[in-house]
């Protein structure tokens, strides 16, 4: 059975600093990988996907890579700005044929102060 | 387009009540998605629909039923609530094999007392 987890469950840094936001999993054998932002009350808003077959994608200020074989992948945020405020989630695509469900890590909260 | 949109917003049951989640997308997608979020964790899917008229199960389906008779409503139905069962309720959709993005609707928060 597939594990997410995100260390640490919190983080707070000063504006401008850039944040890495770590997932890792316990399968290998992902079809994609994909990070979601969570405002307070809010649903989910996706950030970046990651096929199994790439190695990094990037958006904006937004970097995010994946090491299949060490079950690791990383987020990077730059110039962190206080809308950068949110909890973000990490979740593993795991088989295409059964609709590519996704198992979820429990989020790293993060706190950017002005 | 409104994208995925839930009903009710919030929602208060007696322990043994029932009652019916609501969700509705406009985008023509093929995928539906019902998960569950506790308090301080990731979340858990219960129930998923590659298209109307089929539906298969996920991590946690106990205590749910979904049906998919149109590719744009995939309504969760919550038969006699249990505590346990309070949690915040967010639908998903996307649109096909390929398109792998998943769209969030707001959430329906369920308290069970």
């Known amino acids: 059975k597939q594990e997410v987890t995100q260390i640490p469950a919190a983080l707070s840094v000063p504006e401008g600093e850039n944040l890495v936001l770590n997932c890792s999993f316990t399968?290998?054998?992902?079809?994609?990988l994909q990070w979601f932002r969570q405002d307070p009350g809010k649903g989910l808003t996706s950030l970046l996907l990651i096929q199994s077959s790439q190695r990094e994608q990037t958006s904006g200020r937004l970097n995010a890579s994946l090491d299949k074989s060490s079950g690791r992948s990383t987020l990077y945020i730059a110039a962190s700005q206080p809308g950068d405020s949110a909890t973000y989630l990490c979740?593993?695509?795991?088989?295409?044929?059964?609709?590519?469900?996704?198992?979820f890590g429990g989020g790293t909260r993060v706190l950017v102060k002005p | 387009n409104a994208g995925v949109t839930q009903t009710p917003k919030f929602r208060i049951l007696k322990i043994g009540q029932s009652m019916t989640l609501q969700c509705t997308q406009d985008m023509n997608h093929n995928y539906m998605y019902w998960y569950r979020q506790d308090p301080g964790m990731g979340l858990k899917l219960i129930y998923y629909?590659?298209?109307?008229?089929?539906?298969d199960k996920g991590e946690v389906p106990n205590g749910y039923n979904v049906s998919r008779s149109t590719t744009e409503d995939f309504p969760l139905r919550l038969e006699l609530a249990a505590p346990s069962q309070t949690s915040v309720y967010f639908c998903?959709?996307?649109?096909?094999?390929?398109?792998?993005?998943?769209?969030f609707g707001p959430g329906t928060r369920l308290l069970v007392l």
């Open positions: 629909s590659v298209g109307a008229g089929i539906t």
């Open positions: 979740a593993v695509g795991m088989n295409r044929a059964a609709g590519n469900k996704l198992t």
């Open positions: 998903a959709s996307r649109w096909t094999t390929g398109q792998e993005t998943q769209y």
């Open positions: 399968d290998s054998a992902i079809y994609n």
